[in-house]
């Protein structure tokens, strides 16, 4: 089961494990072990993959953010967000990675 039922979700595409050699597509595994055991406020919860054969192409399915992802907004002209909010990014990134 991927999702809880009326969770909504959002599909991130991803290279293929297909593409990768016996090592590096079990590190893979074991890193998206990891991911999908973490539960914080400030990760986007993975709830599972998918694969497609016929497209080759690999798929990351979180939990739908609805204010989207966070490189939309430190993408933006460096004027247009304040270093306050900057700031409060980069301890949010912090709290999460400890």
Known sequence: MLAREGTQVALKETF????????????????????RKLRHPNIVELLGTYESASHGRGFLVTVFAE??????YYRRPFDEITLAQRHKWMLDVAEALV
């Open 67 to 72: 204010n989207g992802a966070l490189t939309q």
């Open 16 to 35: 293929s494990s297909f593409d990768l050699d016996h090592e590096a597509s079990e590190d893979l595994f074991n890193e998206l072990t990891i991911l």
